[in-house]
């Protein structure tokens, strides 16, 4: 069974602080897929990033960054010099193929002016 | 535009009175799915389609019904609808069967309140 943990339930920082939000994994299968969204205050889900597990090149867009370890099975993420507009609820997710993506529990992120 | 709309976007009804949220997509998807999301649990899977006629239960299906008679829509049903199925609901669209590589496409949520 896949699982995915977001461990932290809520971050609060100062703005211009970086901030690292944490994903850790499981799953058997080999062939898989990790994603992130974000879902502001607004409500709406929005889509960041999808790796592949055969990938495991960091990423960087803007002030998004993503590092994926398969050797700790964590892909997490990175906002450096956080802005009052990144405050949103951050969701890992997981897909290998099963039809149902696993979603982690979300991480809210507070930036403070 | 290419999106994914859902209706009602708020909903207050009591134990018991049939419901139906609607969920219609215009970017001609195979793959539709519902969720729901709660307090601390993140989202979870209720029902998923991978093309017309066919559905499959996703991880929290009890208390749920739906159809999908068309491509394009994908109706949620709730018979019955109880206080614990209180939550925020979104419908979710991808383009291909296999949805392991496909990111979703979500619709913009409907916050049921039973009563």
């Known amino acids: 069974a896949q699982k995915v943990t977001q461990a932290q339930t809520e971050i609060s920082v100062v703005e211009k602080e970086d901030v690292t939000l944490d994903c850790v994994y499981e799953t058997r299968d080999t062939t898989y897929y990790l994603f992130w969204y974000k879902q502001p205050p607004s409500g709406e889900l929005v889509f960041l990033i999808r790796r592949n597990s055969f990938d495991e090149q960091n990423e960087i867009s803007g002030r998004y960054s993503w590092n994926f370890q398969k050797s700790t099975s964590s892909f997490n993420f990175t906002i450096t010099a956080s802005q009052v507009v990144d405050s949103a609820v951050y969701f890992c997710?997981?897909?290998?193929?099963?039809?149902?993506?696993?979603f982690g529990r979300g991480t809210s992120l507070i930036v403070h002016p | 535009e290419a999106q994914v709309t859902q209706n009602p976007r708020y909903l207050i009804t009591v134990t018991g009175k049939k419901l139906t949220v609607t969920c219609s997509q215009n970017?001609?998807?195979?793959?539709m799915s519902w969720y729901r999301q709660d307090p601390g649990l993140g989202l979870r899977q209720i029902y998923y389609s991978m093309n017309v006629e066919v559905t499959d239960k996703g991880d929290v299906p009890e208390g749920y019904k739906v159809s999908r008679k068309e491509k394009r829509n994908f109706p949620l049903i709730l018979e019955s609808p109880s206080p614990n199925q209180t939550s925020l609901y979104f419908c979710?669209?991808?383009?291909?069967?296999?949805?392991?590589?496909?990111?979703?496409?979500f619709g913009s949520g409907t916050q049921l309140s039973v009563l």
């Open positions: 997710a997981l897909s290998d193929g099963s039809y149902i993506p696993t």
């Open positions: 970017m001609n998807h195979e793959y």
């Open positions: 979710a669209s991808s383009p291909n069967r296999d949805t392991s590589n496909e990111k979703l496409f």
